[in-house]
């Protein structure tokens, strides 16, 4: 039998948390140790809540919460974004506060502690903005010698931005603490804008959530609408780009995906491209500023119909 992966997430919920987490939860091949929150798709006090609460609804009140950054490193938080997630981060269905409260640890802290005390065995989902685990890099220098693997929802490495025409979201929320975590000691996946945007779970695709019983499929029935209502109105799509589960999908079927695997580097200047995600793409490149770090798998292309109809296939359990 083969064991379970052991993978702490950190996550700024968010509808496309909320997705992979019940994801991750619903996946027996995954072990979820824990999540940390940060700031991103709503501000970390209202992220923390949010997590907890969907712990409550998958029914497992056993996994701990630890609450994190509440600010980038170097520059001013951009703030909440309620026209994408609602002003609660889950789709303004305002659901009632959780009985347990985050764990009176900083999730940096947590990080750390969560991977000495299982050297090797832990990987490191990153959800929302890295500022958590940059922090905790900076905390203990040679913490990612113990990680078993870093997998990220964030960057563009070969595709335009979405936040910027440069830049990514996550990584444009704190470009110092993405330039840090890409130059990691453990193998890094990077699930960016570059195979993100080639998975569309459309209306049909997502009505699944409304036909399948149990209070996770309801939950994401409910809030689902208001994210597919961005889509819509934004970028014309019918339906929602799959952004946070892929990290999830990759971990379970890797073989769904292609891959470069490159150094990158991240534009932490104050220009028109500050959070351009930036890979090496020749072996003389990586004499300059990308001397000595590990190459990074970035994710091009999936079977997006595979990595839908695994994600349903989970989350109908």
């Known amino acids: 039998m083969t064991t379970a992966r052991r993978i702490l997430i950190d996550t700024d919920p968010g509808i496309d948390d909320a997705m992979a987490i019940f994801y991750a939860l619903a996946s027996p091949e995954l072990d979820v140790v824990g999540l940390t929150t940060v700031f991103g798709n709503a501000h970390t006090d209202v992220c923390t809540t949010n997590a907890l609460r969907l712990l409550d609804i998958a029914g497992r009140p056993d996994i701990p919460v630890a609450q994190g950054a509440s600010r980038p490193l170097a520059m001013n938080y951009r703030g909440p974004v309620a026209f994408v997630h609602g002003d609660d981060g889950q789709g303004n269905v305002h659901l009632p506060p959780s009985t347990r409260a985050a764990v009176p640890v900083h999730a940096a ?34 913490l990612t010698s113990f990680v078993k693997e870093i997998v990220v929802m964030g960057g563009a490495a070969f595709t335009s931005g979405n936040a910027s025409p440069a830049s990514e979201a996550n990584i444009l929320n704190d470009p110092e603490a993405a330039d840090i975590v890409f130059g990691a000691d453990c193998p890094i996946t990077m699930a960016g804008l570059d195979v993100t945007h080639r998975i569309t779970m459309t209306n049909e695709d997502l009505a699944a959530f409304g036909r399948t019983p149990g209070p996770r499929a309801a939950h994401l029935a409910a809030i ?9 109105d934004r970028n014309h799509v019918d339906g929602i780009y799959v952004h946070d589960s892929t990290t999830i999908s990759y971990l379970l079927a890797p073989h769904l995906f292609t891959w470069k695997e490159l150094p990158i580097r991240v534009d932490t200047g104050h220009s028109v491209c500050r ?25 091009t292309d999936v079977d997006a119909r595979g990595a839908i109809d695994l994600e349903l296939e989970h989350l109908a359990r």
């Open 109 to 142: 802290q947590f990080i750390i502690d969560t991977v000495m005390a299982e050297p090797d065995e832990i990987t490191v989902v990153l959800l929302g903005p890295f500022t958590n685990m940059a922090l905790a890099m900076l905390m203990h220098p040679g």
């Open 275 to 299: 959070g351009r995600t930036l890979p090496a793409l020749h072996d003389s490149d990586e004499e300059g500023p990308w001397q000595g770090r590990r190459a990074v798998r970035i994710l």
């Open 224 to 232: 689902v609408p208001y994210y597919a209502g961005f889509y819509r």
